[in-house]
Nanobody, 129 residues
């Protein structure tokens, strides 16, 4: 499976952006897809993840109420709608995917980057104050 992240850019504080992760190859419905981000000098951190059309849905505390993750099975994409952006949201955003089987590590640790095997190349989000 290959992942292609897009949609990043420069936006003012309070603005919005929508990131898109295109998933090619494999059976889309079998993959949990997540978004992570990494700011300069900081560790990569979890943002949000989704599986089974939203039955499994998790957000980082920093994303709750501002970001919305969604799946479009027809387009094989997972979008991250980001509203009320803050300068501290500035980072490279990565999408990641994991093929899920019963007992997969992801079910117990959906927010861990170790739960995802496949990673996209990242897209830069810069929020100016």
């Amino acid at each position: 499976v290959q992942l292609q992240a897009s949609g990043g850019g420069l936006v003012q504080a309070g603005g919005s952006l929508t990131l898109s992760c295109a998933v090619s190859g494999g059976s889309f419905r079998m993959y949990a897809v997540g978004w992570f981000r990494q700011a300069p000098g900081k560790e990569r951190e979890f943002v949000a993840t989704v599986y089974e059309g939203g039955r499994y849905l998790y957000y980082a505390d920093s994303a709750k109420g501002r970001f919305t993750i969604s799946r479009d099975s027809a387009k094989r994409t997972v979008n991250l709608q980001m509203n009320s952006l803050k300068p501290e949201d500035t980072a490279v955003y990565y999408c990641a995917a994991e093929y899920l089987l019963p007992g997969s590590y992801w079910y117990q640790n959906p927010r861990s980057d170790r739960a995802f095997e496949y990673w996209g190349q990242g897209t830069q989000v810069t929020v100016s104050s």
